[in-house]
């Protein structure tokens, strides 16, 4: 099992800048997939971003594609997403959540941490 817990939430102006961080308990980070995903006041939670255990395989959702970015590091078992040029649009909680390396990337994910907030404001 693993716990999860984001950082990098805030309250930035549009068209700036944040950057999450997502921190891995445990020695087996790198054998999980590992996504973010957001829930906006009133709406469903949504797929933002994916990335596979080795880093070479991401996924993102078009509201996102050219202005988040995912990467992780699997030596300080942390994931991240950088994200830019944000939009009001983008305000939600975001989630990090982690899957086993055996399954899909994409779909629904076992592990989950407990959000950090992202307000953009217009």
């Known amino acids: 099992q693993v716990q999860l817990v984001e950082s990098g939430g805030g309250l930035v102006q549009a068209g700036g800048s944040l950057r999450l961080s997502c921190a891995a308990s445990?020695?087996?980070?790198?054998?999980?997939?590992m996504g973010w995903f957001r829930q906006a006041p009133g709406k469903e939670r949504e797929f933002v971003a994916a990335?596979?255990?080795?880093?070479?395989?991401?996924y993102y959702a078009d509201s996102v594609k050219g202005r988040f970015t995912i990467s992780r590091d699997n030596a300080k078992n942390t994931v991240y997403m950088q994200m830019n040029s944000l939009k009001h649009e983008d305000t939600a909680v975001y989630y990090c959540?982690?899957?086993?390396?055996?399954?899909?990337?994409?779909?629904?994910?076992?592990?989950w941490g407990q959000g950090t907030q992202v307000t953009v404001s217009s």
């Open positions: 959540a982690a899957k086993r390396s055996g399954r899909a990337l994409l779909g629904e994910y076992d592990y």
């Open positions: 445990g020695r087996t980070f790198s054998s999980y997939h």
């Open positions: 990335i596979d255990w080795s880093g070479g395989i991401t």
